[in-house]
């Protein structure tokens, strides 16, 4: 594996559920990467968890990555290791209450599976210069022109291998 990649995340969201967008800025050495993209409608949650996929997505390789959100949804469930006893539990919190986003939380899982990745939680709105620009970028996307649906929000129902085609 090479040097350590910075992933900086933020989502947002207009209403929640409303449109949202998601905000990636990606440092490695001298190397700058900034991603982003938004849905018509969705929830803030959603998307943060989108900027770390769409983030990990982006890797070549196996990497040495550190990620940096402000969702202590996300992060907590990863360092804690709850979105790992979700999945072994059908996606259960209990027997009656279903996880939320499980659809993105399975990317998340395996995604991770093939780097090395350690998760910080970073005060939003903080005057954090990376987590600034992450929140800009998700903010202009979820104000984007003809944004295409978010299928795991709005067809939860849908089985996971059905919600994407690939």
Not at 137 to 164: N, R
Request: proline share 6%.
């Amino acid at each position: 594996m090479q040097d350590v990649i910075q992933i900086y995340t933020d989502g947002a969201c207009k209403g929640n559920p409303g449109p949202g967008g998601y905000g990636v800025v990606m440092i490695s050495g001298d190397r700058k990467k900034e991603l982003s993209g938004g849905f018509l409608k969705t929830t803030n949650n959603r998307m943060e968890l989108m900027a770390c996929l769409e983030g990990l997505k982006a890797l070549k390789q196996p990497s040495n990555v550190v990620l940096t959100s402000d969702s202590k949804y996300v992060v907590n469930a990863m360092v804690k290791g709850w979105a790992k006893k979700w999945r072994s539990k059908g996606w259960k919190l209990s027997p009656s209450k279903s996880a939320k986003n499980p659809d993105l939380w399975e990317q998340m899982l395996n995604l991770c599976s093939g780097h090395k990745v350690e998760f910080k939680w970073v005060k939003g709105h903080n005057n954090h210069p990376e987590n600034e620009r992450c929140d800009e970028l998700a903010v202009a996307a979820s104000e984007g022109k003809d944004l295409p649906p978010d299928i795991g929000f709005e067809s939860p129902t849908l089985p996971a291998d059905d919600l994407f085609s690939l």
